[in-house]
T-cell receptor, first 113, second 115 residues
């Protein structure tokens, strides 16, 4: 069975500094992985997705993630945080047959001036 | 174009009452999903509809929960005899499931409060 583990429940950074949100996955086969973002009182928005093409995936708003099979990781990064990046981020794996998303517990990102 | 819409946006109900939550998916999307987001359980899958196939109900927490999708479009999630632990945000998503486009597009959710 597939699962994802987000290693940090809260991350706090200063504006202009790099962001790293960590995610490890467990899957019996090559997974499809996603990062979603949820701003306060807003719906879930897809940031980026990995579907076994390039291992370095670029998403919206300057975010990117690298799929590392040897480490079973799919960490989300951004070189320079912006105040508007403050939100909750979910690492997600899709189950076999594309019939449901399995969400990590989420990481709340705070960005300070 | 129009995204996934859900109604109502907020619902407060008394314990023991039945509630219906509605989801209008993106036109042409064949797959529709319901999820629940609650403080204690995070985001969890409830049910999945794909075309005319039998729905995957494996995530429904009890037999008080049911859902239907009429005409391959609008879906209704029904919770009978609501309990306080049903309080959560109920999210609907749809997906085209064409080729490698299986991204799920989420609606804004319905916040259910059971008093």
């Amino acid at each position: 069975a597939q699962s994802v583990t987000q290693l940090d429940s809260h991350v706090s950074v200063s504006e202009g500094t790099p962001v790293l949100l960590r995610c490890n996955y467990s899957s019996s086969y090559s997974p499809s992985l996603f990062w979603y973002v949820q701003h306060p009182n807003k719906g879930l928005q897809l940031l980026l997705k990995y579907t076994s093409a390039a291992t370095l995936v670029k998403g919206i708003n300057g975010f990117e993630a690298e799929f590392k099979k040897s480490e079973t990781s799919f960490h989300l990064t951004k070189p320079s945080a912006h105040m508007s990046d403050a939100a909750e981020y979910f690492c997600v794996v899709i189950s076999g047959g594309y019939n449901k998303l399995i969400f990590g517990a989420g990481t709340r990102l705070a960005v300070h001036p | 174009g129009a995204g996934v819409s859900q109604s109502p946006s907020n619902k407060v109900t008394e314990k023991g009452k039945d509630v219906e939550l509605r989801c209008d998916p993106i036109s042409g999307h064949t797959a529709l999903y319901w999820y629940r987001q609650s403080l204690g359980q995070g985001l969890e899958f409830l049910i999945y509809f794909q075309g005319n196939s039998a729905p995957d109900k494996s995530g429904l927490p009890s037999d008080r929960f049911s859902a239907e999708r009429t005409g391959g479009s609008v879906s209704t999630l029904t919770i009978q005899r609501t309990q306080q632990e049903d309080s959560a945000v109920y999210l609907c998503a749809s997906s085209p499931l064409i080729g490698d486009d299986y991204e799920q597009y989420f609606g804004p959710g319905t916040r259910l409060t059971v008093t």
